[in-house]
């Protein structure tokens, strides 16, 4: 079978390393890829972006499975596009995946099903905005309506931060370019605890929960610094015990995929609920994703033993109910190395050297690199996710970081304490 990964990021080259694995695989083409996709050579970039011309391709060269990474072609339509012409993919509706392309639409829905979630308001108009501020106090979390890859949410520590974050998100507005009715926010109550990812696979009825994995969104050491789409994950997170996993399950998934069939857009693709859970072990959904977390996947992927073409096959035709997934028992971890002037204003174009030879226990996933005349470069804020298997958290950390130490591009950005949490 010929797959198709649409994307270019760390999550996308992830899925085609796991797909191209897979005996059934006879080709994995990613759009339009990345440097890493370029260099493997069980791989293909394919260099289109367009929805209508991405459809043309796998019309014309008979793939047998699409498997969407990215939001904004999920927002974009990609999915109802392909399965106009009968093409099988994964992943959901434009209409479903407005979970995520719309945080108004996304906690609207979860306060009509009883998903439990932060409270919180909604506005267009700034006045408004800033006044419900004051009520609210600080910290308060101030959130652009509209998709901004990771980047559109503030935790203001003061009233001020929350102010400006108002101010940048609907009067400069900031984030309406990343689709329409973006210049709208959502306000919501600080939360406290631990957060976790908890991603499944839905097939529109059935689910199929991934490995559990912990997201560290801060820039800096010790959750400090600006918020990105993500500095480095591990899996599995020792936050999510046997009982959170059954509350998550009971409270939070089961009750989006059945209400989302309740609302007449069936959810079949990735579903990621970003969790906050308490000391006494009760949730709150903090977001929906409509797509696998990045750096997340990276990890989780390095420890599924089953064959994802598989898992996805059976995704796609309904019949997740018959899926076992088999887990290796050991912890993954991947640390991120971020371009100079992350997430602000990174710089691209710098060359990148020292990259090691794929091994059994460390993998390195390409995001923002490129090839230019033979030699690998920046293009992109978040560049590679350095990825290592060990028994225990503290050991694949080690692993990590004794890769990290040996690549080498002006200006690095990485944090020195990715899994800092599971290890105290």
């Given at each position: 079978?010929?797959?198709?990964?649409?994307?270019?990021?760390?999550?996308?080259?992830?899925?085609?390393?796991?797909?191209?694995?897979?005996?059934?695989?006879?080709?994995?083409?990613?759009?339009?890829?990345n440097g890493g996709t370029q260099l493997s050579p069980r791989?293909?970039?394919?260099?289109?972006?367009?929805?209508?011309?991405?459809?043309?391709?796998?019309?014309?060269?008979?793939?047998?499975?699409?498997?969407?990474?990215?939001?904004?072609?999920?927002?974009?339509?990609?999915?109802?596009?392909?399965?106009?012409?009968?093409?099988?993919?994964?992943?959901?509706?434009?209409?479903?995946?407005?979970?995520?392309?719309?945080?108004?639409?996304?906690?609207?829905?979860?306060?009509?099903?009883?998903?439990?979630?932060?409270?919180?308001?909604?506005?267009?108009?700034?006045?408004?905005?800033?006044?419900?501020?004051?009520?609210?106090?600080?910290?308060?979390?101030?959130?652009?309506?509209?998709?901004?890859?990771?980047?559109?949410?503030?935790?203001?520590?003061?009233?001020?931060?929350?102010?400006?974050?108002?101010?940048?998100?609907?009067?400069?507005?900031?984030?309406?370019?990343?689709?329409?009715?973006?210049?709208?926010?959502?306000?919501?109550?600080?939360?406290?605890?631990?957060?976790?990812?908890?991603?499944?696979?839905?097939?529109?009825?059935?689910?199929?929960?991934?490995?559990?994995?912990?997201?560290?969104?801060?820039?800096?050491?010790?959750?400090?610094?600006?918020?990105?789409?993500?500095?480095?994950?591990?899996?599995?997170?020792?936050?999510?015990?046997?009982?959170?996993?059954?509350?998550?399950?009971?409270?939070?998934?089961?009750?989006?995929?059945?209400?989302?069939?309740?609302?007449?857009?069936?959810?079949?693709?990735?579903?990621?609920?970003?969790?906050?859970?308490?000391?006494?072990?009760?949730?709150?959904?903090?977001?929906?994703?409509?797509?696998?977390?990045?750096?997340?996947?990276?990890?989780?992927?390095?420890?599924?033993?089953?064959?994802?073409?598989?898992?996805?096959?059976?995704?796609?035709?309904?019949?997740?109910?018959?899926?076992?997934?088999?887990?290796?028992?050991?912890?993954?971890?991947?640390?991120?190395?971020?371009?100079?002037?992350?997430?602000?204003?990174?710089?691209?174009?710098?060359?990148?050297?020292?990259?090691?030879?794929?091994?059994?226990?460390?993998?390195?996933?390409?995001?923002?690199?490129?090839?230019?005349?033979?030699?690998?470069?920046?293009?992109?804020?978040?560049?590679?996710?350095?990825?290592?298997?060990?028994?225990?958290?503290?050991?694949?950390?080690?692993?990590?970081?004794?890769?990290?130490?040996?690549?080498?591009?002006?200006?690095?950005?990485?944090?020195?304490?990715?899994?800092?949490?599971?290890?105290?």
């Open positions: 079978m010929k797959i198709l990964v649409i994307g270019g990021g760390g999550r996308e080259h992830a899925l085609a390393w796991k797909l191209v694995d897979s005996p059934k695989a006879s080709m994995v083409y990613v759009a339009p890829g791989l293909e970039n394919l260099p289109i972006t367009d929805v209508q011309q991405l459809a043309d391709w796998a019309q014309d060269n008979k793939i047998g499975l699409t498997v969407v990474g990215p939001e904004a072609p999920l927002a974009a339509g990609v999915v109802d596009v392909f399965r106009a012409r009968g093409l099988r993919i994964f992943g959901p509706t434009q209409a479903a995946a407005q979970l995520e392309s719309s945080k108004a639409f996304s906690k609207a829905f979860m306060r009509r099903h009883g998903i439990p979630t932060a409270n919180y308001d909604v506005f267009t108009d700034a006045e408004a905005a800033h006044a419900f501020i004051e009520r609210l106090g600080a910290p308060v979390v101030v959130k652009a309506d509209g998709l901004a890859a990771g980047k559109g949410v503030v935790v203001a520590t003061s009233l001020a931060e929350a102010h400006a974050a108002v101010d940048a998100m609907l009067v400069d507005a900031r984030y309406a370019g990343a689709q329409e009715g973006a210049a709208r926010v959502v306000i919501e109550e600080f939360l406290t605890g631990e957060e976790a990812s908890f991603i499944v696979l839905s097939d529109g009825r059935d689910v199929a929960a991934l490995a559990t994995s912990q997201d560290h969104k801060r820039l800096n050491d010790g959750d400090q610094g600006p918020n990105t789409g993500g500095m480095g994950a591990y899996s599995p997170a020792p936050v999510v015990t046997a009982d959170v996993h059954a509350r998550a399950m009971r409270e939070v998934i089961l009750p989006a995929v059945r209400g989302m069939e309740k609302d007449g857009l069936p959810y079949t693709g990735f579903l990621y609920a970003g969790l906050m859970i308490d000391a006494q072990g009760q949730l709150k959904v903090l977001e929906f994703n409509c797509r696998l977390g990045d750096p997340e996947t990276q990890p989780i992927l390095m420890r599924l033993k089953s064959d994802l073409l598989d898992l996805l096959n059976a995704a796609v035709d309904g019949k997740l109910a018959d899926v076992e997934l088999q887990w290796d028992r050991r912890t993954a971890l991947g640390v991120v190395l971020a371009a100079a002037g992350y997430p602000d204003s990174p710089r691209k174009g710098d060359a990148i050297t020292g990259l090691p030879l794929e091994q059994d226990d460390a993998m390195v996933f390409h995001a923002g690199t490129q090839l230019e005349d033979g030699t690998l470069r920046t293009s992109g804020g978040r560049v590679l996710c350095v990825t290592a298997l060990a028994d225990s958290v503290r050991q694949a950390q080690q692993r990590a970081y004794e890769v990290v130490r040996g690549i080498h591009f002006d200006g690095a950005q990485y944090r020195k304490d990715i899994g800092h949490k599971a290890i105290k």
